[in-house]
């Protein structure tokens, strides 16, 4: 008889940086050697930690910064379609941020004013009018405030998503700074 215990399968877990400055992912690496308990339990899919440049098949999709172009949005939909939950991580995700600070002034104007024309390379992504935080296109299941979340609050939500649980985060944990 075959007493062994199956291991778990791991998480696969995808991070992304829409219009966001990657301070969020910053915080994240800042569970410092946390780092390797968590890749016993997970593995990691698109990310900066990895290269990978498309989306594939997730549980989990941590996603920094809001949306000031097309490709952002696309983006922001293929995490959608392909992780089963999505956190909106940081205060450029879940408000726009700092870049929404822009959403006064006229895009067009502003890029006359920064290039002294507007970009026309076909291989820029379209600028939106406004910067818009990812709520207003996708769903999203949690938030992790704050700018950023501190390292200990990427732990918290990881550890209670890891054990199948809705994320709690103590009170320290949830920063609007
Ligand atoms: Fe950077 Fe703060 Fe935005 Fe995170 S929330 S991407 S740290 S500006």
């Known amino acids: 008889m075959n007493t062994d215990t ?3 399968r791991k998480l696969r877990v995808a991070t992304v940086s829409l219009a966001g400055c990657f301070g969020c992912h910053m915080s994240f690496l800042d569970i410092d050697e946390r780092l390797f308990e968590l890749i016993e339990h997970v593995e990691f899919d698109r990310s900066p930690l990895t290269d990978i440049k498309t989306v594939g098949p997730c549980d989990i999709g941590l996603v920094e910064g809001g949306l000031c172009n097309a490709e952002n949005v696309e983006v922001l939909r293929a995490f959608r379609a392909n992780c089963r939950v999505l ?3 940081g205060a450029c995700a879940i408000t726009g941020g700092l870049p929404a600070l822009r959403n006064h002034l006229d895009v067009g104007d502003m890029l006359q004013a920064v290039y002294g024309t507007v970009p026309d390379d076909p291989e820029l992504p379209l600028p939106l ?3 818009h935080p990812i709520h207003e296109v996708v769903r ?8 950023p979340p501190p390292a200990d609050a990427f732990w918290q939500l990881l550890q209670d998503l890891m054990a199948g649980h809705e994320p709690v985060l103590n009170k320290g944990l949830i920063r609007y700074d």
């Open 140 to 147: 999203i299941d949690h938030a992790l405030p704050g700018c």
């Open 6 to 8: 199956p291991t778990p």
């Open 87 to 89: 956190v909106a991580v």
């Open 129 to 131: 009018n406004k910067v």
